[in-house]
């Protein structure tokens, strides 16, 4: 019989999720097994199973909570009345803090999701909620007058989030966070403060 992780189910599920993006991060995911992850935490393999059916969905696991960080990221950072390149800087030193020790394993399983369709379900599905949750901020900005009523916000999404996946991939392959942050405000300011020139 497996040995069950002692906490109450969630905490046990939340404990297997933070070894596993240890693990993933460490080895990459198509290296890492479950039994790697079980060693991780100090459980057997047949204990994980109990909590997740396969390797993706504990990957599933590992990224579902992002979207949520994010848009707490995002609305703590933008804020009415303050200076709107300070409030980009400010968000991507906090998505830096939080998401920016993965950099790495997002390029990998960008690769990884081409080949393996369940991991390109998973990968579809955040990004939905990703422009879900962006799509709904622009559009609050655009009613509060912030940016053009011109602007298909859906579209802007998702340029956005492509945006940042690029800044993601030259941190991957060594620019520094300083070059990477001039490079994100100055792609900001040329979307939303050079061109616009009020609601339209």
Known sequence: MPKVVPEYKQEARGRIVEAALAVFSEKGYHQTTMDDIARKIGVSKGALYLYFASKE???RGCYETAPLEFSKILRS???????PLAMAGEFFDKMQERFGSNSGL????????????????????????????????LEELRDKGAIPRSMEVRSIAKALIALWNGMETILTVGYTPSDVKRAWLEALKAMFFQSSRGPK
């Open 57 to 59: 969905e504990l990957f």
């Open 77 to 83: 950072s933008f804020r009415e009345g303050a200076d």
């Open 106 to 137: 997002n390029y990998e399983i960008f690769a990884e999701a081409s080949r393996n369709p369940a991991l390109r379900r998973i990968l579809k599905e955040n990004y939905d909620e990703y422009t879900r949750i962006t799509t709904r901020f």
